[in-house]
């Protein structure tokens, strides 16, 4: 047997395929495990049945970042790698993120064919990343960040732009990822909102459900392509929007609000992980929170797969929550509430202490069972089949010309205008130069969990090249407007005025301003960072001297465009809203974020964005998501105040709010009709409307569904959506969208249980989730 192993990784290792596995299915005396006929679990068990304790305690955590990158070059430390792996060798991660995939391949390929050879049952590593915007090491399709691919409210376009993420993913090796991150950007503190859909769960889990079943899409074979990790349950409100800080969270408010971007993923598309979050919740870390894990994500939700930890989180349990005593405390702790698998990023898992628990029957079981979760994904996803991948493959199929239009094509629909007070579009016989200013024009702003070199012309363009391209180097007149994004160099103002001249020299301006990594590109903000894991925004306006640059400009009185480039919100007050001709969010950027901000600038493409997160209108007023309670805007007392948030008098719903976005045509939707088919539990609501282009230029509309039954049995929010279509087209052209919601999908829980009202409804149907967007539709299911 082992002789044909070997032999098989070493084909494997050399591409021969089809050898192998003609080795394997033709050997009568096959050990079950090895027979790729056999279901997963069954392979799982027999598999598990045969390892030692120690084996089996190495199968719960990794090696996450196999190499790392110092001078340009990447490194590979063969002692710590050893004497990780003596321990914890379930699976393995490329990192850094920096090195380049067809350097990084080698390497884990090296240590995977060895990890075949020569661990004792020849037992593979599985291939792990994080995976936002493209694979996690550099030379992929760079695409958006999250929140822009949910900005285009376009599921079918984000499902191809997946598409294309998994297979890089896959031609790199790598089977599993972290991701889909279902966490609802609720607070707009906090530095990770980029990496989220945005505030909404409906919205929220439609994405998810669909980047899960395509990631997950079995190839011919049956196996499994990617597998993924939907995360952080449960998280998205710590408090002080900081990453890892406690946070409230009854249980309605969990699986209502925060929790309900999961419902759909588990129940439609099956996830095969689950990360649990850093929260604290009612004070109780999620790493020991055996009801949170268990009775309502495994019982309530019906969630069947691997739980992991967070990086690290389970070791913060005795370092800083100081809920355990020591790392085998912590270990047995977390194990004992749920989590099942250790993420950590170098160094001794925690997990690992779990060696010395063998006489312990209660864990023993479970970690029986927690590695047969862990085997059973290897052997779904093909981890003990497949041959290792090629260059050759690596090479044809990251940054596939197909992929790169995909590319382009979500970007275009993910910027979202939020004004034109008819600038826009700039006719090309009519600008001869235009100034771009900002610390973002001239960078790709991708996020962290994104590996892009702006200044490496491999990646498409920055706003200032594209604008280059299409205007001439010679008529674009930049300057950064402020090397300082930082408040600690608040001073200098000499760029300031340097780029103030150049606005009123080319009499127009495009102002790009926002915030970021920054980790790229020294000559700019380098290591300014104010963004993402670790990074809350305490002042919600642009970050450093940004605010004194933009004014600055409209204080010339020059036409001005002002586009913010970053995974957050920024406070847009009058003072710089109302005097700017246009406004834009592109958010986390891709590759060709710079090409299609140019062409909307010039109208080649209209904006189709829609925002996923509403923008507050001040430093304090929020949460400001759309969908909040009603009795989160009752009001003042006698006076006739209509809200509670005063100097500045601001509501909960401010006009830039989830939803919205406009286009350079028009649209009207009307004609809509409501009827109920069928009974009570057996009902369905069927909407309909149409939607005309009213404008003069080919456009997309995002229709959108809301709803809230009149009285509820716990307090329901204002409205919340619960359909959307996204629709093309030309001027003067109708068409007609409908919606069908069944009756189950009109509830909500009650301390854990799904309810349905039954009685009277009102949907509401229109662009936005704002008022003056809706038209309002009254029903009552009997
Ligand atoms: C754990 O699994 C082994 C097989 O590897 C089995 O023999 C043992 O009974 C199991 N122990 C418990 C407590 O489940
Ligand atoms: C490699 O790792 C070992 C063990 O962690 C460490 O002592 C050593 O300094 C590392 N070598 C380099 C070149 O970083
Ligand atoms: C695997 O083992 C075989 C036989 O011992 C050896 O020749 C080969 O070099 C090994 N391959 C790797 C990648 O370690
Ligand atoms: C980024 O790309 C440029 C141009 O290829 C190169 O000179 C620079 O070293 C790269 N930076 C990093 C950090 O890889
Ligand atoms: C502020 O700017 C100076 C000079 O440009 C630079 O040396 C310093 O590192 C900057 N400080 C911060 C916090 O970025
Ligand atoms: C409503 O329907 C009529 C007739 O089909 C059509 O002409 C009109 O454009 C529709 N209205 C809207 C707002 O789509
Ligand atoms: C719904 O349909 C089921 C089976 O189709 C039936 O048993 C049930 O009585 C129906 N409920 C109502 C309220 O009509
Ligand atoms: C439901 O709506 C109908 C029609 O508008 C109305 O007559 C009825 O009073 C409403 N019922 C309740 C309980 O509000
Ligand atoms: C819908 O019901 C609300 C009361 O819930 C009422 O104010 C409104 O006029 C009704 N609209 C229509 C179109 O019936």
Redesign the pocket.
């Known amino acids: 047997m082992k002789a044909k192993v070997l032999l098989a990784a070493q084909l494997a290792y050399t591409a021969c395929w089809e050898g192998a596995m003609a080795l394997y299915t033709r050997d009568d005396t096959l050990v079950p495990y090895l027979d790729p006929k056999l279901s997963a679990r069954d392979r799982a068990s027999d598999l598990m049945g045969r390892m030692t304790w120690e084996e089996k305690v190495g199968q719960l955590g990794g090696i996450r970042r196999v190499a790392s990158r110092s001078n340009?070059k990447l490194t590979f430390n063969r002692t710590s790698f050893e004497h990780i792996r003596e321990t914890q060798n379930g699976q393995i991660g490329p990192g850094f993120q920096?090195n380049w995939a067809e350097e990084v391949l080698p390497v884990l390929n090296e240590v995977r064919a060895e990890q075949i050879n020569s661990s004792r049952l020849h037992v593979p590593y599985i291939t792990i990343s994080d995976s936002i915007n493209g694979i996690w090491v550099s030379g992929g399709s760079l695409f958006p960040g999250t929140n822009a691919m949910a900005s285009s409210w376009n599921l079918e376009l984000y499902g191809k732009a997946i598409e294309a993420i998994r297979d890089e993913n896959l031609a790199l090796g790598i089977q599993w990822v972290l991701a889909p991150e279902v966490d609802l950007a609720r607070d707009p503190r906090n530095g990770r909102n980029g990496e989220m859909y945005g505030e909404d769960g409906y919205l929220t889990g439609e994405f998810a459900t669909r980047y899960i079943q395509v990631m997950q899409q079995k190839d011919e074979n049956g196996w499994v392509r990617v597998a993924t990790t939907i995360k952080h349950w449960v998280y998205g409100q710590g408090s002080g929007g900081v990453n890892r800080a406690s946070m409230l969270g009854g249980l309605n408010h969990i699986l209502n609000d925060l929790g309900a971007s999961y419902v759909k993923p588990i129940r439609d598309a099956q996830p095969l992980s689950l990360m649990s979050s850093y929260s604290t919740v009612d004070g109780v870390p999620l790493s020991i929170n055996k009801y949170l894990l268990q009775d309502i994500l495994r019982g309530t939700l019906g969630f069947k797969g691997l739980i992991m930890s967070d990086a690290n989180a389970i070791e913060y349990l005795y370092t800083e929550s100081k809920v355990a005593s020591s790392a085998a405390d912590a270990a047995q702790k977390a194990l004992k509430a749920g989590l099942q698998h250790e993420l950590h990023p170098s160094g001794n898992g925690v997990f690992t202490t779990l060696i010395k628990a063998k006489e312990d029957p209660q864990i023993v079981s479970i970690v029986n069972s927690s590695v047969l979760a862990l085997l059973e994904i290897k052997f779904l996803t093909g981890t003990f089949d497949r041959p290792l991948p090629t260059q050759e493959n690596l090479a044809k199929t990251l940054r596939k010309e197909e992929h790169l239009e995909i590319n382009r094509q979500i970007i275009r629909e993910s910027v979202v205008m939020l004004k034109n007070d008819g600038l826009l579009p700039l006719k090309i016989d009519d600008v001869k130069q235009v100034a771009v200013i900002g610390p973002y024009a001239d960078i790709i702003n991708a996020g962290m969990y994104a590996a892009c070199?702006a200044?490496?012309?491999v990646y498409g363009s920055t706003l200032r090249r594209s604008l280059e391209n299409k205007l001439g180097a010679e008529n674009v007149l930049y300057s950064m407007g402020t090397n300082s994004i930082l408040p600690s160099n608040n001073t200098d103002d000499k760029i300031i005025k340097e780029a103030v001249a150049l606005a009123k020299k080319a009499g127009i301006a495009i102002v790009m301003l926002g915030s970021g990594l920054g980790t790229?590109d020294p000559a700019t903000v380098n290591n300014q960072r104010t963004d993402q894991e670790g990074f809350a925004h305490a002042d919600l306006n642009f970050p450093g001297q940004q605010m004194d640059l933009v004014e600055a400009i409209l204080e010339t009185g020059v036409p001005t465009v002002l586009i913010m480039s970053s995974g957050q919100t920024f406070l847009l007050p009058d003072s710089i809203f109302g005097r700017t001709n246009a406004v834009f969010h592109s958010w986390l950027s891709g590759e060709y974020t710079g090409d299609a901000i140019t062409e909307i600038l010039f109208g080649e493409t209209n904006p189709s964005g829609k925002l996923t997160v509403t923008i507050p209108e001040a430093n304090g007023a929020f949460p400001v998501s759309y969908d909040f309670l009603p009795s989160d805007d009752a009001g003042g007392f006698g006076t006739a105040l209509l809200y509670d948030w005063h100097w500045p008098q601001v509501t909960r719903s401010p006009p830039l709010r989830f939803g919205f976005g406009l286009s350079y045509t028009s649209f009207s939707i009307g004609n809509s009709t409501i009827n109920v088919d069928g009974a009570r539990d057996n009902s369905t609501v069927k909407l309909s409307a149409s939607v005309t282009n009213k404008g003069g230029m080919t456009g997309k509309e995002v229709v959108q569904l809301y709803f809230r039954p009149v009285v509820s049995l716990i307090e329901f929010p204002v409205m919340k959506l619960i359909g959307f279509q996204k629709v093309s087209l030309d001027p003067g052209q109708s068409e007609k969208v409908e919606f069908s919601i069944p009756y189950h999908d009109l509830g909500y829980f009650v301390n854990g249980e799904w309810h349905v009202d039954g009685g009277n409804y009102t949907f509401w149907i229109g662009s936005s989730s704002r008022k003056e967007d809706l038209t309002q539709l009254n029903v009552t299911i009997s």
């Open positions: 340009g920096f070199n200044t490496d012309p790229f």
